[in-house]
């Protein structure tokens, strides 16, 4: 198990899901926070970009709060698209989202209670790539198609 004992800076970890007006997106990501939170030791936090609290903003102050000096940002979406390229950056403040074109991507929702609460935080914050193509969910969508033969 890694800990932050080790390490000069307080690693903080912040899990970023869309969020829904249903329970389900919300539970599995907490899950998942809670079961790398037990595997690596680390402070972990969900934040949702909309409809589901908390938001990212925070989540991030929330590890701000509990001594993080560093954030690594990894979304819990499989791929690439404009929520993980655009706005959650945005959100992040690392960058001004929706690309030089301003153009909204066509969908109805609003991302801008994200925006109204102030991200408190003064230290380094890295963005990761999402989940991806990874034989390790090949490896569970085996195990599901196993169980349902």
Not at 33 to 59: H, Q
Request: charge should be negative.
């Amino acid at each position: 198990m890694d800990t932050n004992s080790n390490s000069k800076t307080k690693i903080g970890v912040l899990l970023v899901g869309h969020g829904s007006r249903l329970p389900y997106g919300k539970d599995v990501v907490s899950q998942i926070a809670t079961m790398y939170r037990e595997d690596e030791g680390r402070l972990v936090e969900v934040g949702f970009m909309n409809m589901s609290k908390p938001s990212i903003p925070e989540a991030i102050n929330n590890l701000a709060q509990q001594g993080a000096e560093k954030i690594i940002v990894t979304p819990v979406f499989l791929a690439h698209g404009v929520h993980t390229t655009e706005d959650i950056p945005r959100i992040l403040g690392l960058k001004n989202g929706h690309g030089d074109s301003g153009h909204s991507h066509g969908h109805i929702h609003s991302h801008e209670d994200e925006t109204s609460i102030k991200i408190d935080f003064k230290g380094e914050i890295i963005y990761t790539e999402p989940l991806g193509a990874d034989k390790r969910i090949a490896a569970i969508i085996n195990d599901r198609v196993n169980d349902a033969l």
